[in-house]
């Protein structure tokens, strides 16, 4: 049972064009969604979160959209660079506990030059 | 910036050996995880300890346990591996204070069962 998933295996995107990665969940209790940024033979390192309470958030080129009644959320990365080249996993957390969190299965970004 | 710390890089075991994966962290954090990471299926949560010899089971926790004497180290265990248990193993750590506190991993380990 996927409660967060990312249906998009890959996505190949023109460098200075906008990229957008996309990641719909099942569960209403998620409160708190966040985005993570994974090199080969890397750890996932932390990008961008936001919370139920909001719809929108932006920290530079990177800018999370959060569509509760859809339960749904996106992550826009504009201009695109070659850096960005990464796989991309969502992420969400229940109201509860040790804030576990529920991950999709990822999306690899290819940003051509 | 948080430091997370897994012993090994990459190792290699034998089928119903006994597995030890490490993991420590340097910033204080009450919480940690392992996960295993696979081709098409993400991270999914094996164990996580929100405090020193506290435990709680994950999504997958059949076939591993987990330790936690110290607050900076957790430990994953293979009691008998297995080769289905061959995987990317990744550890985080985070804060749990206050809410919305975003978890930082290690570098992982890639754990082959021959």
Known sequence: DQQVKQNSPSLSVQEGRISILNCDYTNSMFDYFLWYKKYPAEGPTFLISISSIKDKNEDGRFTVFLNKSAKHLSLHIVPSQPGDSAVYFCAASLIQGAQKLVFGQGTRLTINP | ?114
């Open chain 2, 1 to 114: 910036d948080v430091k997370v710390t897994q012993s090994s890089r990459y190792l290699v075991k034998r089928t119903g050996e006994k597995v030890f994966l490490e993991c420590v962290q340097d910033m204080d954090h009450e919480n940690m995880f392992w996960y295993r990471q696979d081709p098409g299926l993400g991270l999914r949560l094996i164990y996580f300890s929100y405090d020193v010899k506290m435990k709680e089971k994950g999504d997958i926790p059949e076939g591993y346990s987990v330790s936690r004497e110290k607050k900076e180290r957790f430990s994953l265990i293979l009691e008998s591996a297995s080769t289905n248990q061959t995987s990317m193993y990744l550890c985080a750590s985070s804060l749990a204070s206050g809410r919305n506190q975003p978890q930082h991993f290690g570098d992982g380990t890639r754990l082959s069962i021959l």
